[in-house]
């Protein structure tokens, strides 16, 4: 099993980048979203695509290219630091898993053969910061509940399968709440031991849940979801700790989550990595800022002194 602390992605023998990606240049895109002002959390940058992405992500170690499984914006949370304001009307196209596929092979061959440090804003960043990290399946809601979720997988895991390319990790970015629907069981099948699923996990306690995360969904549905697959492979765990009106998550809060770490560790659940972090795009919602980097770091102190499982801050 891979480290998932260390995202670089492993190129396979045999494998190399193909010809297109070597020799013919690809007509750099117009970018959608402004130039990031820091290396990391910038923008996503759909750079002329409908449904694939890219972005240079702290979590991710570098660069990032996203399939937006979710352009209807669909989602059974309504997190109050997403920056997708749920409030405006949805889009009513799904995603078309065919244009994504050839979407996601153009934009590999953009990244994978420099193309992309030639273009602002990338051209002022570091080389090593966009090195491909992983394929993320995420986007502007939840991932499992996207209506051709198996379909979408599939095509991904086929891109990577055709051998055109370097081998990339796929990451599966969820809430949770679907990972025990039996198409979503059946997909993740496809993944590899390389592959990495990360599980939202905010609140120690439906009452904190319903605050933050204003769920249709309960904690305990999360939990047992993340117990279930936990078992069986990894669950890297992304926790976001936002200050709600000025105010930091209360002691008695994170004490609630700490527990809820330990009873997965006691049941079972292989968690290599608690990712701790705060917003930083811009919010949808007034009330929610970025917490302090010395509270975040105090959170994953307190994780690995009471739980013994590592935790980093992003």
């Known amino acids: 099993m891979s480290e998932p602390n260390k995202m670089s992605a492993v190129a396979e023998p045999g494998?190399?980048?193909?010809?297109?990606?070597?020799?013919a240049p690809v007509k750099a895109p117009k970018p959608r979203t402004p130039a990031p002002v820091t290396a990391f959390g910038c923008p996503r940058n759909f750079l002329d695509n409908r449904f694939v992405y890219v972005t240079v992500s702290a979590r991710a170690r570098g660069l990032s290219v996203g399939v937006n499984m979710n352009p209807d914006r669909m989602c059974n949370f309504d997190c109050v630091y997403c920056d997708v304001d749920r409030r405006a009307p949805f889009p009513k196209h799904p995603l078309d898993v065919s244009i994504m596929s050839a979407e996601l092979h153009r934009t590999l061959v953009f990244v994978l053969s420099g193309q992309i440090r030639l273009q602002p804003p990338y051209n002022g960043l570091p080389a090593e910061l966009l090195e491909l990290r992983h394929v993320a399946l995420s986007g502007d809601g939840e991932p499992s509940i996207c209506p051709n979720f198996t379909d979408a997988v599939q095509s991904v895991v086929h891109v990577r399968a055709k051998g055109a390319f370097?081998?990339?990790k796929i990451v599966l970015l969820t809430n949770g709440t679907g990972l025990d629907l039996p198409p979503v069981e059946q997909s993740l099948k496809l993944l590899t031991e390389s592959d990495e699923i990360w599980v939202k996990l905010d609140a120690g306690s439906q009452a904190f849940m319903d605050r933050v995360n204003r769920p249709q969904a309960t904690l305990k549905?999360?939990?047992a979801n993340i117990v279930k697959l936990g078992r069986h492979r990894p669950v890297v765990i992304q926790s976001l700790f936002p200050l709600l009106n000025g105010e930091p998550p209360a002691a008695e809060d994170i004490g609630e989550y700490l527990e809820r770490l330990k009873e997965l560790k006691a049941a079972g659940?292989?968690?290599p990595l608690v990712q701790v972090y705060s917003p930083t795009r811009p919010m949808a919602q007034a009330q929610c800022g970025h917490l302090?980097?010395?509270?975040?770091s105090d959170i994953a102190k307190q994780i690995r002194a009471h739980t013994g499982l590592h935790a980093e801050v992003f």
Request: aromatic share 8%; net charge positive.
């Open 15 to 23: 494998r190399q980048i193909p010809e297109a990606a070597s020799h």
């Open 166 to 168: 370097p081998f990339f």
């Open 221 to 223: 549905k999360v939990l």
């Open 269 to 271: 659940a292989m968690i």
């Open 292 to 296: 302090p980097l010395k509270v975040l």
